[in-house]
């Protein structure tokens, strides 16, 4: 049966949905059309019993931007160079990844616009595995989707979650409301040239289990 979609194109799109920081154009504004489309095409994403309970920050004002960077920044210099300590030597792709995040630490507040996926509602403390993977698998799809969707628009993003450890305080600094749960913040903004490459991955065969483990 023929494939109802050109999968060179859709293969390439889900291959090269990269995570974007170095390349993301500091300069060239994002429209707002542009973000809420990406927004309207998150939205068919699947989600737990159909509750839909996504929602969206967006932040583009500067003064915003420069404290979220800033409260990102004192937790990077905790914990990345913590995480890049321990990565063994002959781990190139890895280093490279950690000096990208590293860049972002400096960079942050430059990126156009900040994206802060949220969902309502909170999980009780000590939720077992579960309840989490429900929770989570209520948003992280439509995260996705909106990343797929930017990628198709020539912008870029990367899923950070270190400002997570002081939710609160962005919480208050953006409105969030009590009960609503962050889940992420992404750096968003178009990218410099959109030749991005596959990365190096191991074989499926080597980490599929067919019937059991």
């Not at 509602?121 to 000590?126: A, F, S, V, Y």
């Not at 992420?184 to 040239?193: E, I, M, Q, R, W």
Request: net charge negative; aromatic share 8%.
């Amino acid at each position: 049966m023929a494939s109802p979609f050109d999968l060179t194109i859709t293969d390439e799109l889900l291959s090269t949905t990269r995570a974007v920081r170095k390349r993301l154009d500091k300069e060239r504004p994002v429209e707002r059309e542009v973000l809420l489309d990406c927004v309207r095409l998150s939205q068919q994403a699947p989600t737990g019993s159909n509750n839909q309970s996504w929602r969206w920050v967006v932040v583009t004002d500067a003064a915003k931007r420069a404290a979220l960077a800033a409260l990102y920044k004192e937790l990077a210099s905790q914990y990345l160079e913590l995480a890049r300590s321990q990565i063994g030597d002959g781990d190139a792709q890895t280093h490279r990844v950690y000096d990208s995040a590293f860049y972002l630490v400096d960079h942050l507040a430059d990126i156009p616009v900040h994206v802060i996926p949220c969902v309502e509602g909170r999980l009780p403390d000590g939720s077992g595995n579960a309840m989490s993977a429900a929770f989570y698998g209520s948003i992280f799809p439509a995260v996705w989707s909106f990343q797929i969707a930017l990628r198709s628009r020539g912008l870029g993003s990367v899923i950070t979650t270190l400002h997570l450890f002081k939710e609160q305080e962005v919480a208050k600094l953006l409105g969030i409301p009590d009960g609503v749960s962050q889940v992420a913040l992404l750096p968003v903004a178009y990218t410099v040239g959109t030749d991005f490459k596959h990365a190096d991955r191991p074989s499926p065969e080597t980490i599929t289990h067919f019937d059991s483990w």
